[in-house]
Nanobody, 120 residues
Framework: QVQLVESGGGLVQAGGSLRLSCTAA????????MGWYRQAPGKQRELVAR???????NYADPVKGRFTISRDNAKNTVYLQMNSLKPEDTAVYYC??????????????WGQGTQVTVSS
């Protein structure tokens, strides 16, 4: 059984930084795209950033220049470095990953979410 385990959320003042980590655990032959999404209260879940197995990245416009996504393929881990945080970045952050699953093909898995709160 595959699980995505997140860590690194918390409370930070505006202008501060946080680093989120997400590790895929279980039987994992291969991982394609990994990404981070967020959901603020009363809003839909939205893409923050994603990265392919080859390292190509894309970012949502509100976080460009402030957030950096990276991954360590040997550790099945994706990171999100968040700098210059703003109160509007407050949300629950979820990682996801497209993981090769025997007999199914690639399946999208989600982490449990980690709270990021930015105070003004």
């Amino acid at each position: 059984q595959v699980q995505l385990v997140e860590s690194g959320g918390g409370l930070v003042q505006a202008g501060g930084s946080l680093r989120l980590s997400c590790t895929a655990a279980g039987t994992i032959p291969a991982i394609a795209t990994m990404g981070w999404y967020r959901q603020a209260p009363g809003k839909q879940r939205e893409l923050v950033a994603r990265i392919t197995s080859g390292g190509s990245t894309n970012y949502a416009d509100p976080v460009k220049g402030r957030f950096t996504i990276s991954r360590d393929n040997a550790k099945n881990t994706v990171y999100l470095q968040m700098n210059s945080l703003k109160p509007e970045d407050t949300a629950v952050y979820y990682c996801n990953a497209d993981i090769l699953t025997y007999g199914i093909g690639y399946k999208t898995y989600w982490g449990q979410g980690t709270q990021v709160t930015v105070s003004s």
